[in-house]
């Protein structure tokens, strides 16, 4: 995780080391996202959002995907006194429910929510993400790679701010 920086050359370098690692869990990210947006803890650089908005900014998270919801949180199973169900299950019921709830929450924070969907075909996912985008009209799906540069410009576009100087 990099905290909240302007400082491009550390924003490029941990681009660069990112790596694809087979499954995907939304609410993992979406919930560290949410993190790096507030000022309390475990990371500490956001600021508040009253501070923020005296100086003209507002909170925005860019949710990206290329894939849907495969994982679900490892638990305790009651049922087998307590035993550990281990990592990989596939209740994506329950991991899409989480994504829906944490979307709301980080929308109900104040935050302003962009999704984009990379080169997946998968209804659910696609209305998952829809819906987690703060209106239809910032949720994005791009199907190859020039539609993903079109979602990310369009955001970028989005979010610029005109400032006129005298």
């Known amino acids: 995780i990099l905290e909240l920086t302007d400082d491009d050359s550390k924003v490029s370098k941990m681009i660069k080391g990112l790596t694809v690692n087979g499954e995907t869990y939304l609410p993992g990210g979406i919930t560290w996202g949410w993190n790096m947006l507030t000022p309390e803890s475990p990371l500490t650089t956001a600021l508040p959002l009253a501070d923020l908005q005296k100086k003209g900014g507002k909170k925005v998270m860019v949710l990206m995907t290329d894939g849907a919801n ?12 307590g035993s550990i169900t281990s990592g990989k299950y596939k209740n994506t019921t329950y991991t899409n429910d989480l994504t829906a709830t944490l979307c709301q929450n980080v929308k109900a924070d104040n935050i302003e929510v962009y999704t984009v969907l990379f080169e997946v075909k998968d209804a659910t996912i696609e209305n998952l993400l829809r819906n987690c985008a703060t209106d239809p009209s910032k949720s994005y799906v791009a199907n190859n790679a020039s539609e993903l540069i079109a979602a990310f410009d369009s955001i970028a576009k989005q979010l610029a701010q005109l400032r006129i100087v005298k």
């Open 70 to 81: 495969t994982l679900a949180p490892t638990t305790v199973n009651a049922g087998q006194h």
